[in-house]
């Protein structure tokens, strides 16, 4: 048998002191299963805000690429190594005032090259990224649901006062 003394008590008690106890233990239950949904939904925050700054950090790659990559189209590989030292407000200012397009030599092609592939690469990185963190904020409305769905329930009981 694996009553416990105090329900094998309770068996003898008159049947509304028997109601209120069974419907006290099912509040309890309620609560805990509240706690662990809201504590479900904090970790999947985490790993959602961790999807997040991994594609903000890809995003600004992506965006350093593009702009390196015009750069070179722009100036040439030597000049645009020294133009992007200067930093990014300066570079600005070259790249607006050079109205000429830099005539590539094979090794400028090649970096181009590797840069679009790596552009490409981030890309498909990313896609997959929204994609997760898309999945990621389904499961963290389902989670949002159920511990509606418990407050429900707990505010049923507490209208019925039982």
């Known amino acids: 048998m694996n009553t416990t003394f105090f329900e094998f008590l309770m068996g ?14 099912k509040r309890r239950i309620i609560e805990m299963k509240m706690l662990d949904f809201e504590f479900l939904r904090l970790e999947t925050q985490d790993v ?4 997040r700054m991994d ?5 600004e ?3 350093a690429i593009d702009h390196y990559r015009a750069l070179i189209n722009k100036v040439g ?14 570079t600005q200012e070259i790249l607006a005032g050079t ?22 690469q981030y890309n498909t990185d ?11 904020d389904g499961q963290i409305d389902g989670i949002n649901e159920k511990v509606k769905g418990f407050r429900y329930v707990i505010e049923l009981m507490e209208n019925h006062k039982l």
């Open 48 to 51: 959602r805000e961790g999807f």
């Open 61 to 63: 790659s992506r965006d």
């Open 99 to 120: 109205d000429m397009k830099h005539n590539l030599e094979q090794k400028d092609r090649d970096v181009i090259k590797n840069l679009e592939e790596k552009w490409q």
């Open 12 to 25: 003898y008690m008159p049947r509304g002191i028997r109601k209120r106890y069974h419907y006290w233990k």
């Open 55 to 59: 594609y903000d950090r890809m995003k």
């Open 126 to 136: 990313m896609a997959q990224l929204e994609k997760q963190m898309t999945d990621i």
């Open 77 to 90: 590989m030597e000049k645009a190594s020294e133009i992007g030292k200067l930093g990014p407000e300066k």
